[in-house]
């Protein structure tokens, strides 16, 4: 192989390896090219992710209120319960006492 030939087959290759990097640069660009319509539907799905967003953290905190509301309100009703049962069970022994006493007057 002489110098011209060997100066022919490295421009054909370099030729052949430049046509291959357009190609794929090409390939690349034309499978990750975004439309303006894609864009415009990627703003919405974003304000739709936003907007969800923002209705599950409402939902949360109306959850977490909820919440105190309710065991506020289970304090509340177990201190009456309490106080329901303390009040109780001072009635049983008063009718005790009474029962006792009545016995004892009826007996003396």
Do not use: C, P
């Amino acid at each position: 192989m002489n110098r011209t030939e060997f100066i022919i087959a490295t421009a054909v290759i370099l030729f052949v390896a430049f046509a291959l990097g357009w190609f794929a640069s090409w390939l690349v660009n034309r499978f990750t090219r975004v439309t303006t319509s894609e864009i415009g539907e990627l703003d919405k799905m974003a304000q739709a992710l936003h907007e969800a967003e923002e209705t599950r953290d409402q939902a949360i905190t109306y959850l977490q209120q909820r919440e105190a509301e309710m065991t506020n309100q289970l304090s509340q009703t177990e201190a009456e319960l309490r106080a329901a049962m303390d009040g109780l069970r001072e009635a049983r022994r008063e009718a005790e006492e009474l029962r006792g006493y009545i016995e004892r007057q009826h007996a003396g």
